[in-house]
Antibody, heavy 123, light 107 residues
Framework: QVQLVESGGGVVQPGGSLTISCVVS????????VHWVRQAPGKGLEWATF????????YYAESVKGRFTTSRDTSRRTVHLQMDGLRSEDTGIYYC????????????????WGQGTLVIVSS | IVLTQSPDSLSLSPGERATLSCRAS???????LAWYQQKPGQAPRLLIY???SRATGIPDRFSGSGSGTDFTLTISRLEPEDSAMYYC?????????FGQGTRLEIK
């Protein structure tokens, strides 16, 4: 079955950097894009990034553009989210999620989710 | 596109029907709207995509409808395990956005 497992969360100081990862299994990684969605404590969902199935294009929310970078490693079936210039408002659970449409160019619905990794930005 | 869900919360009894609304600030083209359920401490789960298509394994008590700017998630014959937050999500235009959520309590 489809599985996504995030790792790498932790506590980081404002202005610092952190890279979180998502290892996937149970589907053809080469055919599906992956999203990152975050959730601040007690708040709703916020879409952050999408990387296309072949890594050729990446899309970012305005709130993270220029600070976050998503990438994928096909050999390791892993998607990374590098986060620089972290701010207190970046605190939350970060979920990776599988796109629902095969070879989607812009990303569609999210049909498989990991359990999330917690990022805390605090001094 | 800003998505506004209503009501913010509702409390219903088992066996009743829940109607959750999601209104978009501009037209959502090609029915590119999904619904997710999230229970406390869990990741979201896809219920409906393309406005009315049920995801794999989702019971037919859950149904989606709507087009343009107005979409609805209907849950018939409510069960205690339906207590959760429900979010709509549009993927028609960038950036993708979620509604603020509706909290459903089963009394």
């Amino acid at each position: 079955q489809v599985q996504l497992v995030e790792s790498g969360g932790g506590v980081v100081q404002p202005g610092g950097s952190l890279t979180i990862s998502c290892v996937v299994s149970g589907f053809n990684f080469n055919d599906y894009g992956v999203h990152w969605v975050r959730q601040a404590p007690g708040k709703g969902l916020e879409w952050a990034t999408f990387i296309r199935y072949d890594g050729s294009n990446k899309y970012y929310a305005e709130s993270v553009k220029g600070r976050f970078t998503t990438s994928r490693d096909t050999s390791r079936r892993t998607v990374h989210l590098q986060m620089d210039g972290l701010r207190s408002e970046d605190t939350g659970i970060y979920y990776c999620a599988k796109d629902g449409e095969r070879r989607s160019h812009y990303g569609r619905w999210l049909d498989g989710w990991g359990q999330g990794t917690l990022v805390i930005v605090s001094s | 596109i800003v998505l506004t869900q209503s009501p913010d919360s509702l409390s219903l009894s088992p066996g009743e029907r829940a109607t959750l609304s999601c209104r978009a600030s501009q037209t959502v083209s090609v029915y590119f709207l999904a619904w997710y359920q999230q229970k406390p401490g869990q990741a979201p789960r896809l219920l409906i995509y393309d406005a009315s298509s049920r995801a794999t394994g989702i019971p037919d008590r859950f149904s989606g409808s709507g087009s343009g700017t107005d979409f609805t998630l209907t849950i018939s014959r409510l069960e205690p395990e339906d207590s959760a937050m429900y979010y709509c999500h549009q993927y028609a235009s960038a950036p993708k956005t979620f509604g603020q959520g509706t909290r459903l309590e089963i009394k």
